[in-house]
């Protein structure tokens, strides 16, 4: 869980950017994203293997 303080003279504004900043960088919203729906094993070897093809035509 990424928390984070807010200083005393810090705006909400600058505080949540901050927040953002440390999710993204965390792979907490990416973690999410794949986790909202079951995906079968079979299924995830195929994607892995895809953009494994993808990543070497390049």
Partial sequence: MATIRVN???TLDSALRRFKRRCSRDGIIGDLRKKEQYEKPSVRR???AEAARKR???
């Fill in 8 to 10: 005393e003279n810090e």
């Fill in 46 to 48: 195929k994607k892995k």
């Fill in 56 to 58: 070497s035509r390049m």
